[in-house]
């Protein structure tokens, strides 16, 4: 069966057939890339611009985030980075990182028993803070740290 | 071009982690072509979904700012060994990425 979307996949040239395989339930919508990527948020070349547009303003503190990442990054092209959110009911989660070019790096929403926990690799321009923001019962939250970057990892 | 996309996924406890590696440039489009001086187009994978069997657990939004060949880690509680957890990527410019795994 796999197989076979797969085949069908490949055929299916435009987001219109793709559309109509959903509809006749050809495909299942989990395979699909439901949500629009945020562009605006993507491209503000502010953190708080960036925080704003993602849906994460008004964010207030909570040491209930943990982030965990070095304190010194020798190479800033790799990061690694692993944010937990251990406040009740958060439904996503968002990392920035403040003094890149383009500050958010990225959005992740949980559903059907993911946990509110990410680990991932990022790019760093220069010392930094890195932030975290979760959204949760309706409402912002957020934590930092600072990352000390030796070589920067957007190049030069 | 699942060839691109390597997963594992291990119980610990009640709960998968998953683990998925996909090998992909992430080029920023600020960066030049160190012979030509010419920018290098962007080129990213900017949509990422991870199912469990066939339910969606996880539905991602990455820009330029997630590192070369990107790792994602991720955790799904209450999964068994022997479910399967599907990744879904596309790039910015539409490339699909797919890669499947049953939990050890």
């Given amino acids: 069966m796999n197989q076979l979307r797969r085949a069908f996949l490949k055929s299916a040239g435009t987001v219109g057939t793709v559309a109509m395989a959903i509809a006749t339930g050809l495909l299942k919508p989990g395979a699909v890339f439901a949500a629009t990527w945020n562009n605006l948020a993507f491209t503000a070349k502010t953190p708080a611009e960036a925080i704003s547009n993602a849906g994460y303003g008004g964010a207030t503190e909570n040491s209930d985030i943990v982030i965990k990442a070095p304190d010194i990054a020798e190479n800033g092209a790799v990061v690694p980075v692993t944010a937990t959110s251990n406040i009740p009911g958060t439904t996503s989660m968002a990392i920035f990182v403040e003094k890149n070019p383009a500050p958010m790096i990225a959005d992740f929403v949980f559903s059907g028993g993911a946990e509110p926990y990410i680990s991932t690799r990022i790019k760093m321009a220069k010392t930094s803070i890195v932030r975290v923001t979760v959204k949760a019962g309706g409402k912002n939250y957020t934590n930092s740290r600072e990352v000390k970057v030796t070589i920067g990892g957007c190049g030069g | ?55 969606t657990v996880l539905e991602a939004q990455w820009g330029v700012g997630i590192a070369e060949n990107p790792f994602l880690g991720f955790r799904i509680k209450g999964a068994k060994s022997g479910d399967k957890i599907g990744v879904n990527a596309v790039d910015n410019l539409g490339t699909k990425y797919d890669g499947e795994v049953v939990v050890a």
Avoid: C, S, W, Y
């Avoid at chain 2, 390597?6 to 406890?13: Q, S």
């Avoid at chain 2, 992909?24 to 160190?34: A, C, E, S, V």
């Fill in chain 2, 1 to 55: 071009m699942a060839e691109a996309m390597k997963m594992r996924a291990t119980m610990e406890g009640d709960v998968a982690d998953v683990k998925v590696l996909i090998k992909h440039p992430m080029d920023t489009g600020l960066m030049k072509d160190k012979k030509t001086e010419k920018l290098i187009p962007a080129f990213f994978i900017n949509q990422v979904v991870a199912t469990l069997n066939g339910k």
